[in-house]
């Protein structure tokens, strides 16, 4: 009920959001305020008079690591019966005050109101020097809460904007809670899949990133925090796994993309794979140019094909295969202009075109290769398809590759990223992933990568040569392979019936308790 109250008197400032986190101190517990940078941000400005300061932030990591850890032993300070002989004190709180005050002071301000909360010696220590409640309560003996919030609002007032960071620390121990740093609330994390009839009192300003991001959209995020949250306290976590796990299939003028999202934990890390696969039901020139125009980013507006989600923010699929595809694409080109031009939808002819079944076209190789199974010998040229790649600013592994598929697409292409996210969101890992700005980069120990995609599909390597490693093969789940049927309609299609409707299948949500009542089922994998 303590944390209620807190809750409850917190100032709403407009600039709430912010904080100050520095990865010199990765011990700490993790900060949640997605629009701002956990690291680089600016130090507190509070008044040198106030002896809890942030000001200085370079004292040691493993001092406050060692702090918090001794404070956790304090509850026995405050329950220990009166009759025992010996109180066990913790040696913190037989400090004066002044050296008390001296080594808490290179706290966060976040830092220093939760650890107010752990007993009351703690509170009057922390507050001794802070900031007084309002003196119109008339009330000598105000709650600690009030003098929390006065503390707040000072902290506030300097531009240090602690009020989020302290509901984000708290929020760590509401294991079925999290804090919006839109709707500045703690609320259901299921709340962002519901209906605004059954939750009135989502924020409008609960806006999520960029339709382009790659990241999960926001409700997912909040549901991963709350996975991780469980898994780190030792509580059932396992049924929310479901929740992530699932497929959107989505087909228009007669292109499909299927996405699919899958989580894992490996060790202490939080994994994702999404697989996109994008498929013609028309083999042509045309086709394979739409799907380039697809891996474009941004796509152009003129032309209407389903969505590709992008490798991450600092790569894209066009950058990265582009010259691949322009080898693919620009011979089959029919338009008289210079190579410098770009193409239209005019260049290519509609005419069957079965990259596939030409006689030693790449394509047709690769997907010779996979149905025999081959091992990918060193003498091979190698063509980035099947190759799997990094990114050497964030934690992503990625894959383009070919699969054959059932009819009417029989083969289509498949888009693979797996993204690793640390032990819980907003850490080192976590941030890269997020918006571009300065000093979220995450520098990765191996340039050639391809330990994230090991760890997510417990690829080994080759016994012959530790150097090699087991080749990745893409798959489609025989469930995910019906899906792209929609129900009869892939044979209804493959006999020229019903080609070009457009249909999209995908998990449904109940807007009563926000959630999915149909979700992927999980693989012994996944937990």
């Given at each position: 009920?303590?944390?209620?109250?807190h809750?409850?008197?917190s100032?709403?400032?407009?600039?709430?959001?912010?904080?100050d986190?520095?990865?010199d101190?990765?011990?700490?517990p993790v900060?949640?305020n997605?629009?701002?940078s956990?690291?680089?941000?600016?130090?507190?400005?509070?008044?040198?008079?106030t002896?809890m300061?942030?000001?200085?932030?370079?004292?040691?990591?493993?001092a406050i690591t060692?702090?918090?850890?001794e404070?956790?032993?304090?509850?026995i300070?405050t329950?220990?019966?009166i009759?025992?002989?010996?109180?066990?004190?913790?040696?913190?709180l037989?400090?004066p005050?002044?050296l008390?005050?001296e080594?808490?002071k290179?706290l966060?301000?976040?830092n220093?109101?939760v650890?107010?909360?752990?007993?009351?010696e703690?509170?009057?220590?922390?507050?001794h020097?802070?900031p007084?409640?309002?003196?119109?309560?008339d009330?000598?003996a105000a709650p600690?809460?009030?003098a929390?919030?006065?503390?707040?609002?000072?902290?506030d007032?300097?531009?240090?904007k602690?009020r989020g960071?302290?509901?984000?620390?708290l929020?760590?121990?509401l294991?079925?809670?999290v804090?919006?740093?839109?709707?500045?609330k703690?609320?259901d994390?299921?709340?962002?899949f519901?209906d605004r009839?059954?939750?009135p009192?989502?924020?409008?300003r609960c806006?999520?990133?960029?339709p382009?991001h790659?990241?999960?959209p926001r409700?997912?995020?909040k549901?991963?925090?709350?996975?991780t949250?469980r898994r780190a306290?030792g509580?059932e976590?396992r049924?929310l796994?479901q929740q992530v796990?699932?497929?959107?299939t989505?087909?228009q003028?007669?292109?499909?993309?299927?996405?699919s999202l899958r989580i894992?934990?490996?060790?202490?890390s939080?994994?994702?794979r999404?697989?996109?696969v994008?498929s013609?039901?028309?083999k042509?020139?045309l086709?394979?140019?739409?799907f380039?125009?697809q891996?474009?980013?941004p796509?152009p507006?003129?032309?209407?094909t389903?969505?590709?989600?992008?490798?991450?923010n600092h790569?894209?699929?066009d950058n990265?295969?582009?010259?691949?595809?322009?080898?693919?694409?620009a011979p089959l080109?029919n338009?008289?202009?210079?190579?410098?031009?770009?193409h239209?939808?005019a260049?290519?002819s509609?005419?069957?075109?079965?990259m596939?079944k030409q006689?030693g076209h790449?394509?047709?190789e690769?997907l010779?290769k996979?149905s025999?199974?081959a091992?990918?010998?060193p003498t091979d040229?190698p063509?980035?398809?099947?190759d799997?790649l990094?990114?050497?600013?964030?934690?992503?592994?990625?894959?383009l590759d070919?699969?054959?598929?059932?009819p009417p697409?029989n083969w289509g292409?498949v888009?693979?990223?797996?993204?690793?996210?640390?032990?819980?969101?907003?850490?080192s890992?976590?941030?890269?992933?997020?918006?571009?700005?300065?000093?979220?980069e995450?520098?990765r120990?191996h340039?050639?990568?391809?330990d994230?995609c090991d760890k997510?599909?417990?690829?080994?390597?080759?016994?012959?040569?530790s150097?090699q490693?087991?080749?990745?093969?893409p798959r489609?789940?025989?469930?995910?392979q019906g899906?792209?049927?929609?129900?009869?309609?892939?044979?209804r299609?493959?006999a020229?019936?019903?080609?070009?409707?457009?249909w999209?299948s995908g998990?449904?949500?109940?807007?009563a308790?926000g959630?999915?009542?149909?979700?992927?089922?999980?693989?012994k994998?996944?937990?």
């Open positions: 009920m303590r944390i209620n109250n809750h409850g008197s100032s709403d400032g407009e600039q709430d959001r912010d904080r986190h520095d990865h101190h990765k011990d700490l900060v949640d997605d629009d701002r956990s690291i680089g941000n600016s130090d507190s400005s509070a008044s040198p008079n002896i300061n942030s000001a200085n932030m370079n004292g040691s990591a493993t060692s702090l918090v850890a404070t956790k032993q304090l509850v300070t329950s220990a019966p009759e025992q002989p010996e109180r066990k004190v913790s040696k913190l037989q400090l005050q002044e008390f005050d080594i808490t290179y966060l301000p976040a220093i109101l650890l107010a909360l752990v007993n009351k703690l509170m009057a220590r922390f507050m020097s802070a007084k409640p309002d003196p119109s309560d009330d000598d600690s809460w009030k929390l919030n006065a503390y707040i609002k000072s902290m007032s300097a531009k240090t602690v960071s302290f509901l984000s620390l929020d760590y121990d294991l079925d809670m804090y919006c740093y839109k709707c500045k703690m609320h994390p299921f709340i962002s519901k009839a059954y939750a009192r989502k924020s409008s806006a999520d990133w960029a382009d790659h990241m999960p409700a997912t995020r549901l991963l925090r709350t996975i949250k306290h509580a976590y049924h796994l796990n699932n497929t959107v989505t087909y003028n007669g292109i499909l993309s299927q996405t894992r934990f490996r060790e202490e939080q994994m994702l999404r697989q996109q994008v013609s039901i028309d042509t020139a086709a394979l140019w739409l380039r125009q891996l474009l980013d796509a507006a003129s032309i209407s389903p969505k590709v989600y992008r490798i991450c790569l894209t699929w990265t295969y582009g010259a691949f595809f322009d080898r693919l694409t080109c338009g008289e202009h210079p190579e410098t031009e770009s239209t939808p260049c290519f509609r005419d069957t075109c079965d596939s006689e790449v394509i047709a690769r010779k996979r025999l199974a091992k990918r010998q040229v063509t980035l398809l099947g799997v990094g990114c050497d600013k964030c934690t992503t592994d990625f894959n070919v699969v054959a598929l059932p697409f292409f888009l693979t990223t797996w993204l690793d996210l640390g032990k819980i969101d907003f850490s890992k976590w941030d890269s992933h997020r918006d571009l700005r300065p000093g979220r995450y520098k120990k340039h050639t990568h391809g994230i997510f599909e417990d690829l080994t390597p080759m016994a012959s040569s150097k490693r087991e080749p990745f093969r489609i789940s025989k469930l995910n899906r792209m049927g929609n129900f009869g309609w892939g044979k299609a493959a020229g019936k019903d080609k070009y409707i457009t999209s998990h449904s949500c109940d807007p308790t959630w999915i009542p149909d979700p992927d089922p999980l693989e994998e996944d937990y």
